[in-house]
């Protein structure tokens, strides 16, 4: 974690830096003060010499006149020496200790004896700087041991912040359940530590219908009711298992057990734990389905094991709440396609036979063309149109997104020259938003094109805010610098914690198809329209509705407040050419464009 072992580095030689400056200025301040003090008491002791000589020299004088013998010599010496104290005259001395030096008088005789202290000004100074400097190095000592202290306390919290910081990495901030990379990580645990007589299994658990739970519970609701399912499923594990948030309403479990346990009423278990009512303000149901995969049977390592207990997941979807489907061979019909297009795609993208379709966006007031989005074709000389959403993540895997994702984007851009009034959209996979790269790339495509930043709108899915927010909002803020503007595609596919909205700087949510599809066949499928767009509108967003098939639903989608709108009724993909066409025959009619059938028949 370098932030924080930057802030640690900063905080500890901020210190030392603080007690290094400390220090050398309490040095100097002693020295100044011990010089100064020095000073002062050598020139107090030689004034007080000087006066105690001229004392002494006039009480000789009172008591002997001129005729008392000075020796100019004596007067010398005592004027050079330092540190003789309390210099007088006196006839007869008596502290043996004394310095003393005899007097004549006029006869020659001793008259007396001028004596004095011999002091040390340098032990005298040192005896009065002590305690200062016993004060300063006492404090200096103490603040020594307290930035230390502080120092041991700082690193000690620091140490606990990171700890926090790397659970937070591994954990479901909602649920407290280990997120999707921790999950995985605990499954190649369990993998790698089961015996030779037991089985891992690895289960996948969705919850059905969440959007609509949403719609009745609101957003808040939504959260509450996934925290309770946590909760469900934590009661209902077997010993050693673990669950963990692997999606916005998918949970996987993880056990290994003996040959004999029945993994399908473990995991029936758990499907129906999930769905006994919750409890949130009034109760709540929601049923779930699972498909699981189990090593060794059907797979030894960890891909091929969530792939195939995926792909039951899947079959279980199919057969309705409450389904628990293990996986069988029968049902991994994807990989013999998917081998197709592994060996396929590298080929058909050096060979030119992806190209590029485009799908006008109209706005809702007026149905004039304002967008194109950009959708990826594929025509197999054989096998005939593949769809974008088969081959995109076989080329995920195949770690082919980074020439497709260029190739979509500069083409994009090249061709959006042809239409200078429209903003095109270009649609990010998963793979790509997750590499900083695109930032590059992106920069890179629109400097070649020339067409301006403001003209390109990149698509991205919810699921890759969700998976890692903090890193997304600094990518999707780079992007934003860029000056392009960022769409949220298929809003509402999946449910997802709506707060994270708010910390992206988001241009447009897309509102997925199936919103649509409600609209008109279930009493509250125009109120759930009406508080998405409101939803949008509440956090600047422009709002885009996608798949509008019938005029009824533009009619009421222009009714719930949307902006745009997109779908087969306006007009399907089509090449370049054909939206030439289109726009050609819109602005001569200067109307609505036409419905599809009149662009494509
Ligand atoms: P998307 O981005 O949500 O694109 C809209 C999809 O809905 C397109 O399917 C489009 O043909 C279809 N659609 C549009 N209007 C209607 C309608 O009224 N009714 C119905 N039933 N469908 C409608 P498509 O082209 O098959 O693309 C599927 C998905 O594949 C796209 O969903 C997008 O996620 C992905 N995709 C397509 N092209 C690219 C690409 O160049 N790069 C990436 N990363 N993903 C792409
Ligand atoms: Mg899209
Ligand atoms: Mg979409």
């Given at each position: 974690?370098?932030?924080?072992?930057?802030?640690?580095?900063?905080?500890?030689?901020?210190?030392?830096?603080?007690?290094?400056?400390?220090?050398?200025?309490?040095?100097?301040?002693s020295a100044g003060i011990g010089y100064d003090v020095a000073r002062r008491s050598d020139e107090s002791l030689?004034?007080d010499?000087?006066?105690?000589?001229?004392?002494?020299?006039?009480?000789?004088?009172?008591?002997?006149?001129?005729?008392?013998?000075?020796?100019?010599?004596?007067?010398?010496?005592?004027?050079?020496?330092?540190g003789?104290q309390?210099?007088?005259?006196?006839?007869?001395?008596?502290?043996?200790?004394?310095?003393?030096?005899?007097?004549?008088?006029?006869?020659?005789?001793?008259?007396?004896?001028?004596?004095?202290?011999?002091t040390h000004p340098a032990t005298d100074t040192m005896d009065r700087l002590m305690p200062l400097i016993i004060g300063i190095?006492?404090?200096?000592?103490?603040?020594?041991?307290?930035?230390?202290?502080?120092?041991?306390?700082?690193?000690?919290?620091?140490?606990?912040?990171?700890?926090?910081?790397?659970?937070?990495?591994?954990?479901?901030?909602?649920?407290?359940?280990?997120?999707?990379?921790?999950?995985?990580?605990?499954?190649?645990?369990?993998?790698?530590?089961?015996?030779?007589?037991?089985?891992?299994?690895?289960?996948?658990?969705?919850?059905?219908?969440?959007?609509?739970?949403?719609?009745?519970?609101?957003?808040?609701?939504?959260?509450?009711?996934?925290?309770?399912?946590?909760?469900?499923?934590?009661?209902?594990?077997?010993?050693?298992?673990?669950?963990?948030?692997?999606?916005?309403?998918?949970?996987?479990?993880?056990?290994?057990?003996?040959?004999?346990?029945?993994?399908?009423?473990?995991?029936?278990?758990?499907?129906?734990?999930?769905?006994?009512?919750?409890?949130?303000?009034?109760?709540?149901?929601?049923?779930?389905?699972?498909?699981?995969?189990?090593?060794?049977?059907?797979?030894?390592?960890?891909?091929?094991?969530?792939?195939?207990?995926?792909?039951?997941?899947?079959?279980?979807?199919?057969?309705?709440?409450?389904?628990?489907?293990?996986?069988?061979?029968?049902?991994?019909?994807?990989?013999?396609?998917?081998?197709?297009?592994?060996?396929?795609?590298?080929?058909?993208?050096?060979?030119?036979?992806?190209?590029?379709?485009?799908?006008?966006?109209?706005?809702?007031?007026?149905?004039?063309?304002?967008?194109?989005?950009?959708?990826?074709?594929?025509?197999?000389?054989?096998?005939?149109?593949?769809?974008?959403?088969?081959?995109?993540?076989?080329?995920?895997?195949?770690?082919?997104?980074?020439?497709?994702?260029?190739?979509?984007?500069?083409?994009?851009?090249?061709?959006?020259?042809?239409?200078?009034?429209?903003?095109?959209?270009?649609?990010?996979?998963?793979?790509?938003?997750?590499?900083?790269?695109?930032?590059?790339?992106?920069?890179?495509?629109?400097?070649?094109?020339?067409?301006?930043?403001?003209?390109?709108?990149?698509?991205?899915?919810?699921?890759?805010?969700?998976?890692?927010?903090?890193?997304?909002?600094?990518?999707?803020?780079?992007?934003?610098?860029?000056?392009?503007?960022?769409?949220?595609?298929?809003?509402?596919?999946?449910?997802?914690?709506?707060?994270?909205?708010?910390?992206?700087?988001?241009?447009?949510?897309?509102?997925?198809?199936?919103?649509?599809?409600?609209?008109?066949?279930?009493?509250?499928?125009?109120?759930?329209?009406?508080?998405?767009?409101?939803?949008?509108?509440?956090?600047?967003?422009?709002?885009?509705?996608?798949?509008?098939?019938?005029?009824?639903?533009?009619?009421?989608?222009?009714?719930?407040?949307?902006?745009?709108?997109?779908?087969?009724?306006?007009?399907?993909?089509?090449?370049?050419?054909?939206?030439?066409?289109?726009?050609?025959?819109?602005?001569?009619?200067?109307?609505?464009?036409?419905?599809?059938?009149?662009?494509?028949?």
């Amino acid at each position: 974690m370098p932030r924080v072992q930057a802030v640690r580095t900063f905080s500890a030689s901020r210190t030392i830096a603080i007690l290094a400056v400390l220090a050398v200025g309490a040095t100097a301040l002693s020295a100044g003060i011990g010089y100064d003090v020095a000073r002062r008491s050598d020139e107090s002791l030689w004034s007080d010499q000087r006066t105690s000589l001229r004392n002494a020299v006039a009480e000789f004088r009172s008591l002997f006149g001129q005729s008392g013998q000075l020796d100019p010599r004596f007067i010398r010496m005592i004027e050079q020496s330092t540190g003789l104290q309390n210099l007088k005259f006196e006839s007869e001395p008596d502290a043996d200790q004394r310095e003393m030096q005899p007097v004549l008088d006029s006869l020659g005789r001793i008259a007396g004896f001028f004596t004095w202290e011999k002091t040390h000004p340098a032990t005298d100074t040192m005896d009065r700087l002590m305690p200062l400097i016993i004060g300063i190095v006492g404090l200096l000592i103490g603040f020594a041991g307290y930035s230390w202290w502080q120092l041991r306390r700082t690193r000690h919290e620091l140490s606990v912040t990171e700890e926090l910081a790397a659970q937070a990495g591994d954990v479901d901030k909602l649920t407290g359940l280990p997120n999707h990379a921790k999950t995985l990580e605990l499954l190649d645990l369990m993998l790698a530590e089961r015996a030779d007589n037991e089985i891992t299994t690895f289960a996948i658990v969705e919850l059905d219908g969440m959007s609509d739970v949403v719609a009745d519970l609101g957003v808040l609701g939504g959260d509450e009711l996934i925290v309770s399912v946590a909760n469900r499923l934590r009661e209902a594990l077997p010993p050693h298992a673990r669950c963990g948030r692997i999606g916005s309403d998918e949970f996987a479990v993880t056990f290994s057990a003996d040959n004999g346990v029945n993994a399908e009423a473990v995991v029936r278990g758990i499907v129906e734990a999930v769905g006994r009512p919750h409890w949130i303000e009034t109760v709540v149901r929601v049923s779930a389905h699972a498909g699981f995969a189990q090593s060794p049977g059907h797979a030894t390592t960890r891909g091929e094991l969530t792939r195939r207990a995926e792909l039951a997941l899947r079959a279980s979807a199919k057969r309705g709440p409450g389904a628990v489907v293990p996986f069988d061979p029968a049902i991994d019909t994807v990989s013999a396609d998917q081998k197709f297009i592994q060996r396929e795609l590298p080929r058909a993208l050096s060979a030119g036979e992806l190209e590029l379709h485009y799908q006008p966006i109209v706005s809702a007031q007026g149905g004039r063309v304002v967008g194109v989005e950009a959708l990826l074709r594929w025509t197999h000389a054989t096998r005939g149109p593949i769809g974008p959403a088969v081959f995109i993540p076989v080329a995920e895997q195949m770690g082919l997104m980074d020439s497709l994702g260029a190739f979509v984007l500069r083409r994009a851009l090249k061709e959006a020259k042809r239409w200078p009034d429209l903003y095109v959209a270009v649609n990010l996979s998963p793979l790509q938003v997750r590499d900083h790269a695109i930032v590059d790339l992106v920069r890179s495509a629109l400097a070649d094109s020339g067409v301006p930043p403001e003209r390109l709108m990149l698509e991205i899915t919810e699921g890759v805010l969700i998976d890692n927010p903090e890193e997304m909002v600094k990518r999707i803020q780079d992007l934003h610098a860029l000056g392009v503007r960022i769409a949220l595609d298929d809003f509402g596919s999946g449910y997802s914690n709506l707060g994270y909205l708010q910390r992206f700087p988001l241009d447009k949510l897309k509102i997925d198809r199936s919103f649509v599809i409600v609209l008109g066949n279930s009493a509250n499928g125009g109120v759930i329209i009406q508080a998405i767009v409101a939803l949008g509108r509440a956090l600047g967003l422009s709002v885009l509705v996608e798949g509008v098939e019938t005029e009824q639903q533009r009619v009421l989608l222009r009714l719930a407040g949307c902006d745009e709108m997109q779908g087969f009724l306006f007009a399907k993909p089509a090449p370049a050419k054909t939206i030439d066409r289109l726009l050609e025959q819109a602005k001569r009619s200067a109307r609505a464009p036409a419905p599809a059938e009149a662009l494509t028949g």
